[in-house]
Every structure is written in C-alpha cells, then in structure tokens.
C-alpha cells in the first residue's frame, strides 16, 4: 500500500511517501535555524513557516519519488501530541489533498510514528528487521520521555512516564544554562564527548531508589542551575564540558535504570528507543552496555530518520493503519495537541469511534 504522509507536529515541516515500511521519499525543511535565536520553538514562527513551506515539501516528495502528484492510496498524517497551531497546517493539507485525490484519511499519533521509525526502510527494503514482539519501547524527545508496553501492532500501553520534564527538555534546558542554542541535546553530546563521558559531578538520579517506573527531571535540572550558580564565570568555563557530560550522564543514568525495572516488571526484553533523543550516541552506548550486561536486544531506529522529526515514519505507521481500514473521519478530525497513546481511530464502516486501550 501506498502511503502519502505529512508531519508539522513541531519545528520540522515534512512529507514522505512510503510503500509499506519502504520510504520511497521524504522531505524534511527543518526550521531550526528559525528557532534558535528564541531558545526553543516559537510556536507563532513555525505555523508561519510550516504554511510556507508545505506545498514546496509536498510537490518535493512527489517528484523524489517519482510519481504523478497523488498517485497513492492514503493519506497519513499526524494529529498530535504537537505544537497546536503547527499540527493544524499540516491537518488541514492533508485533509484538502485526502479530498481532493479521493483517498481515505489516516490519524497518526506521533510517538507511534517514533515508535516505528525503528522499522523505517529505505527504496531497497533495508534494513530488512522483522517485528518480534512483544517490545518495550523507550520514547524521549522533546516532549515525551514514555516507558510503552508494545505487544503488537496498534497495541499500547504507557506503563511510565515524566511526572515533569521529558529527557530532550532537560537537555535543551542545560544548554540554555550554559549559553547555547536550541536544540542542546546535540550541544550537550559534543560537550560531554570532549569531556570524555565523564562524571565528575554526579548529580542527582532522581527516582533511583523507588519502585516506579516513572521519571522526573525537575530537581536535576534544579541542582544544575544551583551548581552553575556555585561558579564565576571563569570557573564555569573551565567548568562546561565536565558539568555538561555529568548532567547527561544523570539523564541517561535514570532512563537505563528505569528500563531496566521495566524488563523486570514485565519480562519483556526487546527494547527499542525512539524519540530526537535516541540518536545520542553515548546513550546508545549505555544501551548496548546495558544490553550484553542483562541479556536484552536493543534497536534504535536508523540515524537518517531520527536526525529530525521526519514524515517517513508517520507513513510506515500510518501503512499499518491503512492495510486495517482503520482511517479517520476527514469531518471529525482535527488536532490534538496533548494526544496520549493509544490513539481514537474512526472506523470508516460503521463510522463508529473504536477505543483501542483506555490508559
Ligand atoms: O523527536 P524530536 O526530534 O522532536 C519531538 O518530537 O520532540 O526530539 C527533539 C529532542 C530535543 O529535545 C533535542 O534536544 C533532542 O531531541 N536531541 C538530542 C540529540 N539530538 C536531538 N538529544 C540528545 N542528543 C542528541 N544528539
Ligand atoms: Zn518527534
């Protein structure tokens, strides 16, 4: 089946048309430089940018791919968690072109589009993994740092999450401390890789001790600032990289640990991460470390569609949905800036709204 999908969920304005887990395009205008000078997303500056944009990036995929404008049997596109006025550009493209070529509209949740970029292939088919559920699914990034029971496709459940910062936040929220721009997960990576990894530091690990499978980075992120605070400014200096490698390595220490409560509550052993978190390389490291110590496999999705918040993934999930029939209401459908996992899903045969799982 073939799948065009469209994601405007935050600060990247993408779209990609995928053949099953086959991407046979997909383009990304990231708006990061856009961002930076505010720190963070401009929420009025992205929907400026994505209704810009939108058209250029849809026309892009079609002729990267190759084919007549239209020539495809869905429409996905992502419906939430997102920024509300970025989310609604891409809503409403999708539900004029879904009209326009006649084909059936399909409901994406980002973070199930996180969720499957682990199984993202290129034109050729690679990397040809096959699903071996159940997983355990790891999501962090900008907004979400969620612990998912994965027990089959289009079957959730959120077995933990932050009670306050999501891990990319944290990350973004040390960098501005420091001086530096959005997005500072990546500021953060290379300060700590210069640090050599270190942990000089060793801030809190918030939640360490307890019996939850929750996660909190409030009080870290509290205990950086007081710490930064503690310097002048040429101590800080001095001080950067090894005060930015021991924040990470508290953010990191605490999803390793969480998980691996996780594996032991549930029995499940196959995790996947996803989420602009995941493409940190020293967090793969602990992973993988984490992995040969416990006995688990561990995936993460392949860098070229993790990099941005990207379509690509949106049209794999939404290729599941789609072989389903599970495809939205276009009358109905509308944004939803806070959407949990699982996601509502219209059935177009009885129109009658199907619940998957109550979280
Ligand atoms: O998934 P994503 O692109 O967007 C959301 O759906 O939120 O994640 C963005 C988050 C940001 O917080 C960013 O700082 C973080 O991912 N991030 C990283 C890296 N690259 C992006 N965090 C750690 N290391 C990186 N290399
Ligand atoms: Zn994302």
Not at 60 to 80: C, E, I, M, S, W
Not at 118 to 127: A, E, I
Not at 279 to 284: E, I, P, Q, S, T
């Amino acid at each position: 089946m073939r799948v065009f999908a469209i994601d405007t969920s935050c600060d990247e304005t993408s779209a990609a048309i995928v053949d099953g887990r086959r991407v046979l395009s997909s383009v990304i205008y990231s708006q990061a430089l856009l961002h930076e000078k505010w720190g963070g997303v401009m929420p009025s500056v992205a929907k400026r940018a994505h209704s810009e944009r939108i058209d250029s990036v849809v026309e892009r995929a079609f002729r990267k791919a190759k084919l007549a404008f239209g020539d495809v049997d869905a429409v996905a596109v992502t419906q939430g968690p997102g920024l509300a006025i970025a989310l609604e550009v891409g809503i409403a493209k999708a539900k004029e072109l879904s009209a326009f070529w006649g084909k059936p509209l399909v409901s994406v949740n980002h973070m199930e589009g996180h969720i499957y970029s682990n199984f993202v292939q290129n034109s050729k088919g690679n990397p040809p993994r096959e699903f071996v559920f159940p997983y355990l699914v790891l999501l962090v990034s900008g907004g979400h740092t969620e612990l998912v029971l994965f027990r089959d496709h289009l079957d959730y459940e959120v077995i933990g999450r932050t009670v306050d910062d999501a891990a990319g936040e944290a990350l973004d929220k040390a960098s501005k401390m420091l001086g530096f721009s959005y997005p500072g997960g990546p500021v953060i990576e290379r300060l700590a890789e210069e640090a050599g990894n270190t942990d000089e530091y060793r801030f809190p690990r918030p939640l360490a001790n307890r019996d939850t499978l929750n996660f909190s980075y409030s009080g870290l992120k509290t205990a950086f600032l007081y710490k930064l605070r503690e310097l002048d400014d040429t101590a800080r200096a001095k001080a950067m990289r090894s005060l930015a490698s021991s924040y990470q390595e508290a953010v990191f220490a605490t999803l390793v640990s969480r998980t691996r409560l996780a594996v032991k509550k549930t029995g499940v052993a196959n995790i996947l991460l996803g989420g602009g978190v995941s493409v940190n390389r020293r967090l793969r490291v602990l992973f993988r470390r984490a992995a040969a110590e416990q006995g688990w496999t561990v995936q993460f999705p392949p860098f070229k569609y993790l990099n941005f918040d990207n379509a690509a993934m949106i049209g794999v999930m939404g290729c599941y949905k789609a072989e389903r029939g599970l495809f939205a209401d276009p009358a109905a459908i509308d944004r939803k800036p806070r959407m949990s996992l699982p996601a509502f899903i219209t059935m177009p045969s009885d129109m009658k709204i199907m619940k998957q799982r109550d979280l």
